[in-house]
């Protein structure tokens, strides 16, 4: 059974940093490429990152270019997402994603498993 | 930058079909996958590559994209309650994954 676990959420400060963490098991991890999805309270999906099953593709949203990293550890089934010069607008659940093909930047990417999320809130 | 549009709402009676679309540009020249979310779980992803059903998803989910439109749909046919649900669809344009708005599907 695939399990996916984010963890690391919590409240910051504006301009502050914070570390999501993603704990994954029932599937050959580094066959797949990963990402991170957000849902701000009551609304609807976004896309954040996604990385490569090898990690030698990376892939941002705009709205998080230049302040967040996406990262992996095939040898620990984690997926990783640093998180930097946070805004009130990162508010939001953080859901890890499992896609369905190891390629970060396809046409066929989808995403067939997902955590229940970890949640993030910029506020002073 | 890229944009998928959804109807905020659709309702449809318990047994009847209802369609769920979603435009954008040129979307009939590439893949476009479906999920639904119920309030407070995780998104299911229900259709991927445009008709594909994952294992699990009952036959009632089906999807379809014109190939040379800017329209897909999610067609749910004999609805149930169960199916009450937030439905987004998705796609992949210049490197980024984009999402709809969200169709929030009520079965009255």
């Known amino acids: 059974e695939v399990q996916i676990v984010e963890s690391g959420g919590g409240l910051v400060q504006p301009g502050g940093s914070l570390r999501l963490s993603c704990a994954a098991s029932?599937?050959?991890?580094?066959?797949?490429?990963m990402n991170w999805v957000r849902q701000a309270p009551g609304k609807g999906l976004e896309w954040v990152s996604g990385i490569s099953w090898n990690s030698d593709s990376v892939a941002y949203a705009a709205s998080v270019k230049g302040r967040f990293t996406i990262s992996r550890d095939n040898a620990k089934n984690a997926l990783f997402l640093q998180m930097k010069s946070l805004r009130p607008e990162d508010t939001a659940r953080y859901f890890c994603a499992k896609s369905i093909v190891a390629a970060v930047t396809t046409r066929t990417t989808a995403f067939d498993s997902w955590g229940r999320g970890t949640l993030v809130t910029v506020s002073s | 930058s890229y944009e998928l549009t959804q109807p905020p709402s659709v309702s449809v009676s318990p047994g009847q079909t209802v369609n769920i679309f979603c435009s954008g540009h040129?979307?009939?020249?590439?893949?476009v996958c479906w999920y639904q979310q119920k309030p407070g779980q995780s998104p299911v992803l229900i259709i991927y590559e445009d008709r594909k059903r994952p294992s699990g998803i009952p036959e009632r989910f089906s999807g379809s994209n014109s190939n040379s439109g800017s329209t897909a749909t999610l067609t749910i046919t004999g609805t149930q309650a169960m199916d009450e649900a937030d439905y987004y669809c998705q796609a992949w344009d210049s490197g980024a994954v984009v999402f709809g708005g969200g169709t929030k599907l009520t079965v009255l």
């Open positions: 040129e979307l009939g020249e590439k893949y």
């Open positions: 029932g599937f050959i991890f580094d066959d797949y490429a």
